[in-house]
């Protein structure tokens, strides 16, 4: 059988008051091969999700900021217009789902 060849993706986190779980949840995805970029979408936080995301020092991290909060749903809009992959990963910024979960996820995508 061939070597699969993974896929290259964006990593999308919508977040809104999520200054203590951002920073773990970047860092889990920073050290996953196939994420190629990190977009956080922040939706009017007025805690210091922002400050946190940018200080955990992910290289592939971009912020996104709307001024208010729109909704969960516009911030994923949001993120995914601005993706620069053909594939886009969502995840929340709580540490709700497994990162390290995501290349087994990639894998059943090449099959």
């Known amino acids: 059988m061939a070597e699969k060849t993974p896929c290259d993706c964006t990593a999308i986190i919508p977040a809104c008051n999520e200054a203590e779980g951002i920073v773990h949840v970047l860092r889990d ?3 996953i091969d196939i ?3 990190i977009i956080v979408v922040d939706d009017g936080s007025s805690d210091a ?3 946190k995301a940018e200080r955990a020092g992910i290289a592939h991290l971009r912020i996104i900021r709307h001024d208010q909060n729109l909704g969960y749903g516009a ?3 949001t993120g995914i217009r ?3 992959t053909e594939w886009i990963l969502i995840i929340d910024a709580d ?3 497994p990162a390290d979960r995501i290349p087994d996820l ?3 995508i090449q099959e």
């Open 29 to 31: 995805l920073s050290g």
């Open 35 to 37: 994420i190629k970029e």
């Open 49 to 51: 999700t922002v400050e």
């Open 75 to 77: 911030a994923l809009k």
């Open 82 to 84: 601005a993706a620069q």
């Open 95 to 97: 540490g709700t789902y």
């Open 106 to 108: 990639a894998n059943e």
